[in-house]
């Protein structure tokens, strides 16, 4: 069975730096490409940033990038955020999520909720 | 940058209703789409991707249609698990999604 668990989120204050990880089972994660999603209160999806599944290439959407750092480790079957210059408007919870067919985001972890506030 | 544009923004529906969502590409995606259902509290569900491929384990009265720049998610025959709110993601340029359906109780 596919498993995909985040941990590490939290309270930070604004400016501080967290780091997310995602725990992958269940498939040969090595051979997957990687993707962060996010999601504020109430509000909808938004992609955060993507790995390939060796790690050479990755993408940022613009609110995040040189804020923001995607990183994997496949001996240890884990997916990392490294979070710096954290803003309230990163407030949410972040998903990771496994690339499947056709780039779609066929399996999702339950996210992990960070919160940025004084 | 690709932004799509789901339609309408929420629905009101009784169980048994045909369903539609509409989901519109700022730009050409061929057939680059997803569907997602969420419920409350929990991570999105993938349904459809590929624009009109069911992922397994999805009951087949969801289906989606189209390509190119507009596409649509049907519920044939809407059931009580089925409330909740949906999203389309576009895959052909990076990754972005639709503001959500949210398919309500009548």
């Known amino acids: 069975e596919v498993q995909l668990v985040e941990s590490g989120g939290g309270l930070v204050q604004p400016g501080g730096s967290l780091r997310l990880s995602c725990a992958a089972s269940g498939f040969t994660f090595s051979s997957y490409e990687m993707n962060w999603v996010r999601q504020a209160p109430g509000k909808g999806l938004e992609w955060v940033s993507y790995i390939s599944s060796s790690g050479s290439t990755i993408y940022y959407a613009d609110s995040v990038k040189g804020r923001f750092t995607i990183s994997r480790d496949n001996a240890k079957n884990s997916l990392y955020l490294q979070m710096n210059s954290l803003r309230a408007e990163d407030t949410a919870v972040y998903y990771c999520?496994?690339?499947?067919?056709?780039?779609?985001?066929?399996?999702w972890g339950q996210g992990t909720l960070v919160t940025v506030s004084s | 940058d690709i932004q799509m544009t789901q339609s309408p923004s929420s629905v009101s529906a009784s169980v048994g209703d045909r369903v539609t969502i509409t989901c519109r590409a700022s730009q050409g995606i061929s057939s680059w789409l997803a569907w997602y259902q969420q419920k409350p509290g929990k991570a999105p569900k993938l349904l459809i991707y590929a624009a009109s491929s069911l992922q397994s384990g999805v009951p087949s009265r969801f289906s989606g249609s189209g390509s190119g720049t507009d596409f649509t998610l049907t519920i044939s025959s809407l059931q009580p698990e089925d409330f909740a709110t949906y999203y389309c993601?576009?895959?052909?340029?990076?990754?972005?999604f639709g503001q959500g359906t949210k398919v309500e109780i009548k």
């Open positions: 993601q576009q895959a052909n340029s990076f990754l972005t």
């Open positions: 999520a496994r690339v499947g067919p056709w780039r779609c985001l066929d399996y």
